[in-house]
């Protein structure tokens, strides 16, 4: 049975889910001022997901991302100074100004990337699992996907794959309702993402990705079985986008009273309630946590735009072709 989370660790969450919320905000309106170029994803609303998955992560283990990935680098401890340089296309960005929004990593923090191909993760992730196993590693890889991805043959072939060799990973589907403007009830056959784990014989779990600590109360049981060589496990978060899928989508697709209902259960505004119920934070603290957010958000957009520009000899680094 998974502990409840303490005091302190609740307060970290809820600070890191305010810190993705500001960051993806102010890269929106980045992209609309033409501060920033090229295309971004967003995760406004999901955060809660992002952050519960990655608190029951160890150290040791390995994350991997899909093209929606800036609340996903931040949960597991990236640097927003580093984050926001590499969107400016700076010299001191994650992937040196090349990658933008969808290639960036940080092997140290075990965080292998975010991914541009829909449902590329799957693969990477299973990949890096097989490789625990052959070294006798006690590392376990969290593989985010979307809904999108799981009608994607990977999805297919590496749940077979980790279920045929028991192999330390776990599958976790950010289900936020649409694949683009697809909308799941008329593209997922049966209308479950999450009852394909038993065609695959693995441990399979559906949960609210809204609420903090059903998630990581879901991802730490999966993560102690993967540990003990009981193979994978496949969860379906339910949660929600309130942006476009993209920069340049004007969401015409979802009902409005749709994203009232969902804006009701807001990941931060929940999380907000419990740390005032349980008395972990005192009323009125959430304005100082936000200002203090805000400036750190700030730092990081300054941060980026004093930093230099790649320098033109090193275009051709890096490149294989």
Request: glycine letters at 12%.
């Amino acid at each position: 049975m998974t502990k409840q989370l303490s005091a302190s660790k609740l307060r970290s969450a809820y600070q890191r889910m305010l810190l993705i919320r500001e960051f993806e905000l102010r890269v929106e309106r980045l992209f609309l001022a033409g501060k920033i170029t090229g295309t971004a994803h967003l995760c406004i609303g999901q955060e809660a997901t992002a952050v519960g998955a990655a608190m029951a992560l160890r150290k040791s283990d390995a994350l991997t991302s899909t093209h929606r990935g800036h609340g996903h680098f931040l949960a597991r401890g990236g640097n927003p100074d580093r984050i926001m340089a590499e969107l400016y296309g700076k010299r001191s960005g994650y992937s040196g100004g090349r990658g933008g929004s969808q290639f960036m990593a940080d092997y140290r923090l075990g965080y292998l990337g975010a991914n541009g191909i829909t449902g590329g993760s799957l693969s990477l992730a299973t990949g890096v699992a097989l490789a625990a196993r052959l070294q006798n590693s006690s590392r376990v890889t969290l593989c985010f996907f979307g809904d999108g991805a799981s009608n994607q043959g990977s999805f297919h072939e590496c749940l077979n794959m980790a279920a045929l060799w028991q192999l330390p990973v776990i599958f976790l589907c950010e289900n936020n309702g649409y694949a683009m403007s697809m909308p799941v009830a008329r593209s997922i056959a049966g209308g479950s993402i999450v009852n394909r784990a038993q065609a695959y014989g693995m441990a399979g779990e559906e949960t609210d990705g809204n609420d903090l600590e059903m998630v990581y109360r879901a991802v730490t049981d999966a993560r102690r079985r993967a540990a003990k060589g009981d193979g994978p496990s496949l969860i379906e978060c339910h949660t929600y986008r309130y942006c476009g899928h993209s920069r340049g989508d004007p969401c015409v697709y979802r009902a409005p009273a749709e994203t009232v209902s969902w804006r009701k259960r807001d990941p931060i505004q929940r999380m907000r309630r419990i740390l005032l119920t349980r008395g972990v934070m005192a009323p009125g603290e959430h304005r100082l946590l936000m200002q203090e957010t805000r400036r750190r958000v700030q730092q990081s957009v300054a941060y980026a735009e004093a930093d230099a520009w790649p320098k033109a000899a090193s275009l051709t680094e890096g490149v294989f072709a």
